[in-house]
């Protein structure tokens, strides 16, 4: 073995606890980012698998060319296929069967009265083809749908509407339909596709209730006959498919599926976990980075005799390089096996919280497991690469000196250097802000003013600990003013340690702040746009849910107390080429339920041929009242449209509103999203809910709120979404901690002789230990307050760039209690990380202390 | 222990034993010394390496814990108190002079002066705190910090700490140990001159002859053990007196 790797292997052997911090920093950025590559790979293979079974018989699909897409929406809508063309794809050679696939939203109402599904995977109501290899489900229990009426429902979401066979219940189609489970069914042996809710009914149940007219099909399942593979089958198919329809080979419709439902699973815990784990890598590199610089000054000495005795600069350099790589190669590969924890633990665990994970062994791929070594590796080697280089650099002499008071990282080129950067922030953000709103230049900019404020870490830890200190001496006298100059002593070493924290709060205060201003943004969307006194809607989102019947609105205004009753649909065009989401529904009635801002033209006569929209929409696209658009429609067909009135307020009513006539004939299925209900003068709020709730019951039993019950409903997700957040930020603000720790423990033993000092001349255990605790909560408010202020700011350039970036108006909001906890959480931790620090000072005996070298 | 039988004591040993280790390796530092520090005097412990003279004095000022016997600070048992209260004792009656290390970095020459007293929450006799700043000859210096100091200046500090909160006795291990023989006779001056001008106690740990001649008194150790003493001490005296020693062992 080689002089440096030794010495290195050495000295880590001596004070491995030393190395405590930074090993758990590398553990935990490695852990979630393998453990998420894992996971990731283990799902696609399980749902491949899952879906090579399920849909094994099907050779090809034949289905609409085109998709439209609206902005935001994760499917495109695609063209339906007419169920005549079954026939003809029957009557090419080698086929063997072929079924219309009639399919649509259909949401399950439970056997306590709740609906079924509807928070984010779609939730499915299709024809039973009876055709076993094209039909993807195989009945567990019970038989096939015969009669009217009578359903197959997978076994998953039979089991969570408590289901079984013979009850009978609503379907939400979203007109709701009374119906009989007859039979339970399976996915690929699974309980269900995913999270997928399937109610499979009679073909023809499935053409009245799911589709607009008869004869419209989503799709044919094609089954080849012996001896014709999938590629000659869609070969032989192409000649006789009209324009706008395609075919492909059931492996790419699967593999299509498969992308589509992992994805759609995997977007939101994948973001979650890798956000997580660069946040805690992020955290590492500082934690790294000071343990490191600290170990290099602490054994200036034993460098400086190393030099003195012939050592070369890069011998000394490699030696604490390899010190650091053998950390960074343990902490690294105990990482690897603690991501495959978290993905064992959360494949254990999807199935617990009713969220099927597919059965399957986990599948742990090369990539997942070297990308993660290497990140972990680099992270280390390259934040222990300049405290190396400064051990490198240490002069023989150095022996010799004391090491007092260092006033490292407050140098003139830092300041500079900060400043410029802090500008360039500065300038970044403002033009994403204010010149042309968009989320890119501000984003740049966030990342420019994370830089900066690290750069001029050092330089505002003099004055921010002198700041945040300054009532210390006087409420604890010399205890407090020791303990502030001892947190100056090295302002790079303080700002350092504090960096890891302030990038931890930082997160935790910008999700805080873009939270409350989203919930502050709904509250002001609702009570903005929202003039109606209830609002009867499903609470769903994704694909999910079905919606609310179209003859819901109507039967509301036959009501006494009710005023006025719009229902909300959507429908999607192209519009002059662009995909765009359409609201259906009577224009007139809108006006009065919501406040749609100023009306230029009239919302009266839009008749069949016209359309509104919104001012905002209207530049875009270059309109104004008067001028035609062509509209292009699922359906293939294309119409003219003039555009007859333009609106200020988008945030409920949508970009475009088109009439009901005007939509029917392209319509799919009908649904509503929302039904506004205004109330006759002197109806009580209360009796017009409760007028409102009876018939709605009927209805499929949406839920039905009063004007302020739902602008809290439409802000509850984010509260969810934040909890999530905080806990996974509340590991790396641990890391962050442990870092701080770590460096007082090391301050601790490199100030041994003064404490012995100290403790001579009469400080007693009590004011040491609290010396060091109050150092402690200095270093930990500097980072709370230095996080508190970056992630505000941050939070407040992307919701004014999100503002300007986008038609809806975004509201800030600053939850000023919410960051004065996230400060106490902060500065409280900051004295639990010096308990134990302090207590191995005040542990020291003063006559080994006084006589240190 | 004849002289001291009408003179006030500021510290004492009685049969004092300290053991360090223990089997076969047990070292006996101290083997039964009596010792008491008169009030108004500058004493100082001799001793070639390894006699115990340092041990004698840590134990004397509740640094250190004796094995057996009992050490006094005025008429205090040290044995007696808690670490708490032993380091209370201190604060308020001890104070001290190391050979090194003795300030504190963080802290400039004026604040380190009054860090007992600031510690203890006491406030500091201005006249006297005044006084000792001219003694010690640092006004100029008082807003410095200790690395801007050279060694024998920052000697001069811990004087004038040591002396800050009017204690029982001071002590002072090897003080001079690391100062040049003019910085060092600077320091002795100064706790010979509080002594005689200002009637305080000084206990010094020293093995140089020439800084032992500024004591009243010199005591020798040997082996764990009081061998000798000598009143009105000179670095010629002291120096042949320890050349016996070394020649008889």
């Known amino acids: 073995m080689n002089a440096p790797l030794r010495i290195g292997l050495t000295s880590l052997r001596t004070h491995p606890r030393r190395f405590a911090g930074t090993f758990l920093a590398v553990f935990l950025g490695v852990a979630f980012l393998a453990g998420t590559l894992v996971m990731g790979d283990t799902l696609r293979a399980s749902f491949g698998s899952m879906f090579g079974e399920a849909t094994g018989g099907t050779g090809a699909v034949v289905r609409g060319a085109d998709t439209i897409t609206a902005p935001g929406e994760a499917q495109g809508v695609r063209r339906p296929v007419d169920t005549s063309l079954v026939r003809t794809v029957e009557g090419v050679p080698g086929v063997a069967a072929a079924a219309p696939v009639i399919q649509g939203a259909g949401q399950l109402v439970g056997a306590d009265g709740e609906p079924v599904g509807g928070h984010g995977p779609p939730t499915l109501a299709g024809n039973w083809i009876t055709d076993p290899g094209l039909n993807p489900y195989r009945i567990a229990e019970g038989r096939a749908p015969a009669r009217p009426g009578e359903v197959v429902v997978n076994r998953g979401a039979a089991k969570k509407g408590k289901l079984r066979i013979g009850d009978t219940t609503t379907l939400r189609t979203p007109d709701p339909v009374e119906v009989t489970v007859v039979g339970l069914a399976t996915f690929g042996g699974q309980d269900g596709m995913a999270q997928v809710t399937f109610t499979g009914m009679t073909r023809a149940d499935a053409e009245r209730y799911l589709t607009a007219r008869p004869g419209q099909a989503a799709s044919i399942q094609v089954r080849a006959g012996p001896g014709v593979s999938q590629r000659e089958l869609v070969r032989r198919l192409a000649p006789v498919l009209p324009d706008g329809v395609e075919a492909i080979t059931g492996q790419q419709s699967a593999r299509e599926n498969t992308d589509m439902i992992s994805s759609q699973f995997l977007t939101v815990f994948t973001t979650f976990l890798l956000v997580f784990s660069g946040v805690a890598l992020l955290v590492a590199t500082f934690s790294i980075h000071n343990t490191f610089a600290i170990v290099v000054a602490q054994r200036t000495r034993e460098n400086a005799l190393l030099r003195a005795l012939g050592a070369a600069r890069g011998q000394v350099t490699a030696a604490a390089l390899a010190e650091a790589g053998v950390v960074a190669i343990a902490a690294s590969l105990t990482g690897l096996a603690g991501g495959i924890g978290v993905a064992a633990g959360l494949q254990a665990l999807f199935p617990a919280v009713g969220f099927p994970f597919p059965d399957g062994r986990l599948v742990v791929k090369t990539l997942s497991m070297v990308l993660p070594l290497a990140v972990g590796v680099l992270v280390c080697l390259g934040s222990a690469l300049l405290p190396a280089r400064r051990a490198g650099r240490t002069a023989p002499l150095a022996a010799l000196r004391e090491p007092a008071i260092d006033a490292s990282g407050a140098s003139r080129v830092r300041a500079l250097t900060g400043t410029a950067l802090g500008l360039a922030a500065l300038a970044a953000t403002l033009t994403g802000v204010l010149v042309s709103p968009s989320v890119w230049p501000a984003g740049a900019g966030a990342l420019l003013a994370l830089a900066a404020f690290v750069a001029l870490g050092p330089v505002a830890a003099t004055t921010a600990v002198r700041l945040l200190g300054g009532p210390l001496d006087r409420l604890r006298g010399v205890t407090g003013a020791l303990a502030r100059r001892n947190a100056l002593r090295s302002p790079g070493r303080t700002a350092a340690t504090a960096s890891a924290l302030m990038i931890g709060v930082a997160v935790v205060s910008l999700f805080t702040v873009f939270g409350a201003s989203l919930k502050a943004t709904m509250d002001q969307t609702v009570s903005r746009s929202f003039a109606g006194d209830i609002a009867v809607s499903t609470p769903s989102y994704g694909a999910g849910g079905s919606g609310l019947s179209p003859r819901l609105a109507p039967a509301l205004r036959r009501l006494p107390e009710v005023d006025t009753a719009v229902g909300l649909g959507r429908g999607v065009a192209e519009v002059n080429g662009r995909g765009r989401a359409l609201t259906v529904t009577d224009p007139v009635a809108l006006a009065r339920a919501f406040d749609l801002g100023t009306v230029t033209g009239s919302l009266r006569g839009l008749g069949d041929d016209g359309i509104a929209l919104t001012r905002s929409e209207a530049a875009r696209q270059h309109l104004r009242p008067g001028d035609r658009a062509r509209l292009a429609f699922a359906d293939g067909r294309t119409d003219t449209f003039t555009v007859r009135a333009v609106y200020d307020r988008s945030e409920l009513a949508g970009d475009y509103v088109i009439t009901r006539s005007a939509w029917a004939p392209h319509r799919t299925q009908d649904s509503d999203t929302l039904v506004a209900v205004t109330l006759r003068r002197g109806v009580a709020t209360d009796a017009g809910r409760a007028a409102v709730r009876q018939v709605a019951a009927r209805y499929g039993n949406p839920e039905v709120q009063t004007r302020d019950e739902y602008a809290r409903s439409s802000a509850g997700g984010i509260d969810m979404m934040l909890t999530l957040v905080y806990a996974l930020l509340a590991l790396a603000v641990v890391i962050a901690l442990v870092g701080i720790a770590n460096t007082l423990t090391l301050a601790v033993h490199e100030r041994t002789r003064e404490l012995g000092l100290l403790r001579a001349v009469g400080q007693t255990r009590g004011q040491l230990r609290a010396m060091v605790r109050w150092e402690s909560v200095l270093v930990a408010a500097f980072g709370t307050v230095g996080g508190l202020g970056l992630g505000a700011f941050l939070g407040w350039v992307l919701v004014r760039a999100s503002d300007g970036g986008s038609d809806t108006a975004f509201a800030f909001a600053l939850p000023l209690t919410r960051l004065a906890v996230v400060a106490l959480v902060g500065v409280t931790a900051g004295a639990l990380a010096g308990l134990r620090p302090a207590r191995r000072a005040a542990r020291q005996d003063i006559l080994r202390a006084i006589a240190t070298e | ?249």
Request: hydrophobic share 45%; proline share 4%.
């Open chain 2, 1 to 249: 222990m004849t002289a001291t039988t009408e003179v006030r004591a500021a510290a004492r040993v009685v049969d004092a034993v300290k053991v360090y280790g223990g089997g076969d390796t047990a070292v006996r530092a101290l083997d039964g010394v009596d010792v008491t520090f008169p009030a108004g005097r500058f004493t100082a412990i001799m001793g070639p390496s390894g006699s115990g003279k340092s041990t004698l004095m840590h134990c004397a000022a509740g640094l250190d814990t004796l094995t057996s016997g009992a050490a006094y600070i005025g008429d205090t048992e040290l044995g007696a108190l808690d670490d708490r209260r032993l380091t209370l004792l201190r604060r308020d009656r001890a104070g001290f002079v190391f050979q090194a290390f003795n300030l504190v970095p963080t802290l400039t020459v004026a604040e380190n002066i009054t860090l007992p007293l600031d510690l203890a929450g006491r406030r500091a006799d201005q006249e006297w705190t005044e006084a000792l700043v001219d003694i010690v000859g640092l006004r100029d210096r008082l807003h410095h910090r200790p690395s801007e100091l050279s060694g024998g200046q920052q000697q001069r500090v811990a004087v004038a700490r040591a002396f800050a909160g009017r204690p029982d006795v001071v002590f002072a291990d090897e003080p001079t140990g690391n100062l040049d023989s003019r910085s060092g006779a600077e320091v002795l001056g100064l706790l010979a001159r509080a002594v005689r001008e200002t009637d305080r106690t000084v206990v010094m740990v020293t093995h140089d002859p020439v800084a032992a001649a500024h004591a009243d008194e010199v005591l020798f150790l040997a082996d764990g053990r009081l061998v000798d003493r000598m009143e009105a001490p000179t670095a010629d005296k002291v120096l042949d007196r320890m050349k016996a020693f070394e020649a008889r062992s």
